[in-house]
């Protein structure tokens, strides 16, 4: 009697199979799977900005570069109007210095051929002070060098005072000849500008105090 005995693997049914179902083709599907066993979402393209969005974004920065700018060009023309007026009062300090000092010192005027010069005389030598109109600049001349005090004058005057501190005329030039021998005090008066691209121009009024010719001997 002949016994069949029949494999246990034969009927043992494919584990990868009973997991994975074959498609149509006997190949097994793997399909994605999502969080709790459901399908994984299917991506939906690029992301992007709305057009509304860049309009928002577009503004936005329009006025922050406005402000910016603003606050650039702010801060430059105060910088240029800071370097005006320190250029007009180092000027001026330097010219009313040279000033009071050859007036103090000097024994002797002479009134030039307008009343915009004059001619100290200061311990024996010349030393002439000369405002040009046609430069606008306001001249220190010595024997030696000639220097230049101040600049962009827009209005300047001499002043002179006799010994009771009475005004001097000096319109004329006969008026100019008798203020040789009658000035006793001297003042110096002017006004500088300066001006720079987009800066509002910058003004500075110079009056000196009136000095005294100390060594001049006057008579009242």
Same mark, same amino acid.
């Given at each position: 009697?002949?016994?069949?005995?029949?494999?246990?693997?034969?009927?043992?049914?494919?584990?990868?199979?009973?997991?994975?179902?074959?498609?149509?083709?006997?190949?097994?599907? $793997?399909?994605?799977?999502?969080?709790?066993?459901?399908?994984?979402?299917?991506?939906?393209?690029?992301?992007?900005?709305?057009?509304?969005?860049?309009?928002?974004?577009?503004?936005?920065?329009?006025?922050?570069?406005?402000?910016?700018?603003?606050?650039?060009?702010?801060?430059?023309?105060?910088?240029?109007?800071?370097?005006?007026?320190?250029?007009?009062?180092?000027?001026?300090?330097?010219?009313?210095?040279?000033?009071?000092?050859?007036?103090?010192?000097?024994?002797?005027?002479?009134?030039?051929?307008?009343?915009?010069?004059?001619?100290?005389?200061?311990?024996?030598?010349?030393?002439?002070?000369?405002?040009?109109?046609? +430069?606008?600049?306001?001249?220190?001349?010595?024997?030696?060098?000639?220097?230049?005090?101040?600049?962009?004058?827009?209005?300047?005057?001499?002043?002179?005072?006799?010994?009771?501190?009475?005004?001097?005329?000096?319109?004329?030039?006969?008026?100019? +000849?008798?203020?040789?021998?009658?000035?006793?005090?001297?003042? $110096?008066?002017?006004?500088?500008?300066?001006?720079?691209?987009?800066?509002?121009?910058?003004?500075? +009024?110079? $009056?000196?105090?009136?000095?005294? $010719?100390?060594?001049?001997?006057?008579?009242?």
């Amino acid at each position: 009697m002949t016994t069949t005995t029949r494999s246990p693997a034969r009927n043992r049914p494919n584990a990868l199979a009973a997991a994975k179902p074959a498609d149509a083709g006997g190949l097994v599907s $793997l399909k994605p799977q999502g969080v709790n066993g459901l399908a994984a979402p299917k991506p939906t393209g690029e992301g992007g900005f709305t057009l509304v969005e860049l309009m928002i974004g577009a503004s936005l920065g329009s006025f922050i570069l406005a402000g910016v700018l603003s606050t650039f060009l702010f801060m430059g023309r105060s910088g240029a109007n800071l370097q005006n007026y320190n250029d007009m009062e180092s000027q001026a300090r330097k010219a009313l210095e040279y000033f009071a000092e050859d007036t103090r010192q000097a024994s002797g005027v002479t009134w030039g051929s307008d009343s915009n010069s004059i001619t100290l005389t200061v311990n024996g030598a010349s030393v002439a002070y000369v405002y040009d109109p046609s +430069t606008r600049i306001f001249y220190r001349r010595d024997s030696t060098v000639t220097r230049s005090l101040v600049t962009g004058i827009t209005s300047f005057a001499f002043t002179a005072y006799n010994i009771n501190g009475a005004s001097v005329a000096i319109s004329t030039a006969a008026e100019r +000849t008798a203020a040789n021998g009658t000035t006793k005090q001297l003042q $110096l008066s002017l006004e500088a500008a300066r001006n720079s691209q987009t800066v509002v121009a910058a003004t500075n +009024t110079v $009056l000196s105090a009136r000095f005294v $010719l100390r060594n001049k001997r006057v008579t009242a």
